[in-house]
């Protein structure tokens, strides 16, 4: 069975940094692209980043580019988000998706607040 | 960016009855290397992830209810649901998987009349 698994989330303060983590099962990372989509609380989701299934290209929205790293661990089979300066309006749940034709697979999501 | 706007925000539907909304994108999402539209639907229940109902839009995943439709071109296209029912309840997206950054459209919330 094709899952994914988000970790990481948490409270942080306004310019800290996290890690989010996602873990794969049912298929190799590395023969699709994936993506890491967010959705503020109440609003609809927003594409943040995607890798190529070479892991050789990365694409970033502009709301995230140069704070964020999105990498992945083959050996692990995860993908990662690496979020710096983290902002007020950050908070949201973060879910990794598999890219299908758009985005078929979805996590559970896991939820980062930065709020002081 | 390439914006998209669905109508209505809100619609309420009786049981049995058609659900129709709508997605407008600001430019086209024609993918000519293959002749279709690079347009997804979704549906979202409240603490899930979203779920994708159709992709290229008017491909139906696999196990989605064949009420669900999607149809449209170039611009506008629209999600038509033939007969709700009471599962169909949920907020409903369009998206756009042409360019980066891919955007979503703002949500049409489906309830029952």
């Known amino acids: 069975e094709v899952q994914l698994v988000e970790s990481g989330g948490g409270l942080v303060q306004p310019g800290e940094s996290l890690r989010l983590s996602c873990e794969a099962s049912g298929f190799a990372l590395n023969t699709y692209w994936m993506h890491w989509v967010r959705q503020p609380p109440g609003k609809g989701p927003v594409w943040v980043s995607l890798i190529n299934s070479a892991g050789s290209d990365t694409i970033y929205a502009d709301s995230v580019k140069g704070r964020f790293t999105i990498s992945r661990d083959d050996a692990k089979n995860t993908l990662y988000l690496q979020m710096n300066s983290l902002r007020a309006e950050d908070t949201a749940v973060y879910y990794c998706a598999r890219n299908e034709y758009g985005f078929g697979t979805w996590g559970r999501g896991t939820l980062v607040t930065v709020s002081s | ?113």
């Open chain 2, 1 to 113: 960016d390439i914006v998209m706007t669905q109508s209505p925000d809100s619609l309420a539907v009786s049981l049995g009855e058609r659900a129709t909304i709508e997605c407008k994108s600001s430019q086209s999402v024609f993918y000519s290397s293959n002749s279709k539209n690079c347009l997804v639907w979704y549906q979202q229940k409240p603490g899930q992830p979203p779920k994708m109902l159709i992709h290229w839009a008017s491909t139906r995943e696999s196990g989605v209810p064949d009420r669900f439709s999607g149809s449209g071109s170039g611009t506008d296209f629209t999600l038509t649901i033939s007969s709700l029912q009471a599962e169909d309840v949920a907020v409903y997206y369009c998206q756009q998987y042409c360019t980066t950054p891919y955007t979503f459209g703002q949500g049409t919330k489906l309830e029952i009349k």
